[in-house]
């Protein structure tokens, strides 16, 4: 899972460049509002992802809850510059403790542009999550996996979306790669797995309202 603190954190995409002109006082929309839930039942870690993306340089944010309580607040540094996009992720808690601190509902967004007008946006948050992945091959722990010709199995869900599957070594990603829903394979480029060496691989199954459940197997190649 990715980590930073929503209250006291973030990760800032697009931070770049002189704001774009706008009327002062207009509201402007924001695009591909997204708030999910991410959860690895295995270590019962989960958190809430929160993205939007903005035509014109936002130098402020703030995203309420259903009962209209600030959950995120968001200040761009400089005076010249200003937000694009954002991604953020709170840290990482039980899941009980999560779903009781996010409740489900719309949460809406409000932004203030560099020219003094409004950016709004909201986004729907659900506790619906799917059962996490069953992965036939590698088995967790596995040893003497080949480093080519590698093909991850897991039991395919009617329900999911999609599925992401990302390969780790350590803290590193090696590779990430997302297959259409009811696919339960995915074979793993030769070349990026070298032998004698420890790897991980996460599935992750995404529901249709984006929240994704994930799994992760750890194992050595020969």
């Known amino acids: ?17 002189a704001p774009q002109a706008g009327s002062q006082g207009r509201f402007r ?4 509002e997204r708030m999910i839930l991410e959860y ?5 870690q989960a958190s809430v992802i929160v993205s ?25 540094d400089g005076a ?10 709170n840290g990482e808690a039980p899941l009980a403790s999560i779903l009781a601190s996010y409740p489900e509902g719309v949460y809406h ?3 203030r542009t560099a020219s003094g007008g409004n950016a709004l946006g909201a986004a729907r948050f659900s506790h619906t999550l799917l059962a996490a992945p069953v992965v036939h091959f590698p088995l967790d722990g596995a040893v003497d996996v080949p480093a080519d010709g590698l093909t991850v199995t897991w ?6 979306a999609r599925y992401r599957i990302t390969l780790e070594q350590g803290e590193t990603d090696l590779m990430a790669a997302e297959v259409r829903s009811g696919s339960g394979t995915f074979r793993i480029p030769d070349g990026i797995l070298n032998g004698r060496e420890r790897y991980a691989v996460e599935i992750a199954a995404i529901a249709p309202n984006g929240n994704e459940t994930l799994v992760k197997v750890p194992f050595s190649t020969r």
């Not at 899972?1 to 460049?17: D, E, P, Y």
């Not at 929309?29 to 591909?32: A, G, W």
């Not at 039991?155 to 999911?160: E, M, R």
Request: charged share 20%; proline share 4%; hydrophobic share 45%.
């Open 1 to 17: 899972m990715r980590r930073s603190w929503i209250a006291a954190g973030c990760i800032v995409l697009g931070f770049v460049g």
């Open 29 to 32: 929309l924001l695009k591909e």
């Open 40 to 44: 690895n039942p295995a270590e019962d």
């Open 52 to 76: 939007a993306e903005s035509e014109v340089g936002v130098e402020e944010l703030q995203l309420r809850g259903p009962s209209g309580v600030n959950v995120l607040e968001i200040h761009a």
């Open 80 to 89: 010249h510059f200003g937000l694009y996009g954002i991604n953020v992720e």
């Open 109 to 111: 967004l409000r932004g």
């Open 155 to 160: 039991v395919p869900d009617s329900g999911a």
